[in-house]
């Protein structure tokens, strides 16, 4: 879910960037990043060029530092950033809008997988049931299978709905901090399918 910057958007975020101070090449990447909350890391091809391109239109400057280059906003470039105000702050709500589609994709995964395990608990509990109705009675004095099966479903349950409300508390931190990769998502995926297997397995059961 990589936002995409349009024509010219990412020349004019590069200039925000060092307005706020002298960066190097792998300043300004890392800055791009963190932004973005890592779902948009730019390469150093994508981001020399047009700081080469800014330097000849005479909106920034360079001056080496040991074996760094770094680059300065001019005061071209500052009345450059000036004018596109308005701009600026439309890319800005879009950045924000990116983040929030990601933390809506994160909150719909993490309540679908939460849903099949607790399908998952649901039939097996009703296959534990079935299978004591099934069986011949040893002892009137045994306990009864299905309320140790519904007992069973019900601290299941507590411990999924803890585990989600806790869960998502963790990812509405990380996308307020703007860390929340789209990597990060694919693995929650991946561990959750993971977990959900290993409970089918325990079952005895099959993934579909």
Do not use: C, N
């Not at 005061?75 to 983040?99: K, P």
């Not at 509990?125 to 011949?136: D, E, H, N, T």
């Not at 519904?150 to 585990?163: E, K, N, P, T």
């Amino acid at each position: 879910m990589s936002p995409v910057f349009s024509h010219g958007s990412l020349r004019l975020y590069l200039l925000s960037l060092l307005a706020e101070g002298p960066k190097h090449g792998y300043e300004l990447i890392q800055s791009l990043s963190d932004r973005f909350g890592g779902t948009y890391s730019p390469s150093a091809g994508t981001i020399y060029p047009r700081l080469a391109k800014l330097e000849e239109e005479g909106l920034v400057s360079k001056e080496s530092d040991g074996r760094k280059t770094v680059y300065s906003i001019t005061d071209v470039g500052r009345r450059e950033l000036e004018g596109r105000q308005g701009d600026l702050d439309a890319i800005e709500l879009e950045l924000t809008d990116s983040v929030r589609r990601l933390a809506d994709t994160v909150r719909t995964g993490v309540t679908d997988a939460m849903r099949s395990l607790k399908a998952d608990l649901a039939s097996a509990a009703r296959q534990a049931s079935q299978s004591s109705s099934s069986a011949p009675s040893v002892s009137t004095e045994e306990p009864d299978d299905r309320v140790a099966s519904r007992i069973a479903l019900h601290d299941a349950d507590m411990v999924i709905a803890q585990f989600r409300q806790q869960l998502r508390s963790d990812l509405r931190q990380q996308v307020a901090t703007g860390s929340l990769t789209d990597a990060t998502v694919q693995q929650l995926r991946t561990d959750l399918d993971r977990v959900r297997d290993g409970i089918r397995a325990a079952f005895g059961t099959t993934t579909e």
